[in-house]
């Protein structure tokens, strides 16, 4: 099993910035692409960057420019820097770990947090 744990989401101002982190433990063995998530209120849970093991990276349209993704291997750490956030970047946000174990892949999910960006 992979442990997930989140940090850096909270309130912030149109404008500003915030850096989350998602941090894995357990079974680490096999992590794969790591990624972040969001969903806000009546939406469906969205896609907001992705990097790869080899460091290769893709993000949704609406955040291209202003949010970055990282990775850190040997803390076993992925990073999201958001800049110039807007309103429409509130929701919950969730990191993502994908394991592969011969052949096999699992997923495996932060518990959440909200970032608010006011207006």
């Known amino acids: 099993q992979v442990q997930l744990v989140e940090s850096g989401g909270g309130l912030v101002q149109a404008g500003g910035s915030l850096r989350l982190s998602c941090a894995a433990s357990?079974?680490?063995?096999?992590?794969?692409?790591m990624g972040w998530y969001r969903q806000a209120p009546g939406k469906q849970r969205e896609l907001v960057a992705r990097?790869?093991?080899?460091?290769?990276?893709n993000y949704a349209d609406s955040v291209k420019g202003r949010f970055t993704i990282a990775r850190d291997n040997a803390k076993k750490t992925v990073y999201l820097q958001m800049n110039s956030l807007k309103p429409d970047d509130t929701g919950v946000y969730y990191c993502?770990?994908?394991?592969?174990?011969?052949?096999?892949?699992?997923?495996?999910w932060g518990q959440g947090m909200q970032v608010t960006v006011s207006s």
């Open positions: 993502n770990f994908e394991v592969v174990r011969w052949s096999l892949k699992y997923d495996y």
């Open positions: 357990g079974s680490t063995f096999g992590i794969n692409d």
């Open positions: 990097i790869s093991s080899d460091g290769s990276t």
